[in-house]
């Protein structure tokens, strides 16, 4: 998808270590933040759909 840990965090507002321990099961994201990665990836169609699903979809 072309949506690097960085540019993910720039998106969000949030920092790359933020990113990184969420994608590496370290950490889990804010209420807030959870909500703004839904938009973001459901605003990229299927692929984001699915993503979503993959890491977040229990955390709702």
């Not at 072309?2 to 990184?20: I, M, P, R, W, Y």
């Not at 804010?30 to 955390?59: C, H, N, T, V, W």
């Amino acid at each position: 998808m072309g949506l690097t840990q960085e540019k993910l965090a720039a998106k969000l507002g949030v920092t790359f270590a933020s990113v990184n321990r969420w994608e590496n099961g370290k950490a889990k994201p804010s209420p807030l933040a959870l909500k703004q990665i839904a938009d973001l990836l459901q605003g990229l169609g299927p692929k984001g759909r699915d993503l979503f699903d993959q890491y977040f979809a229990e955390e709702i």
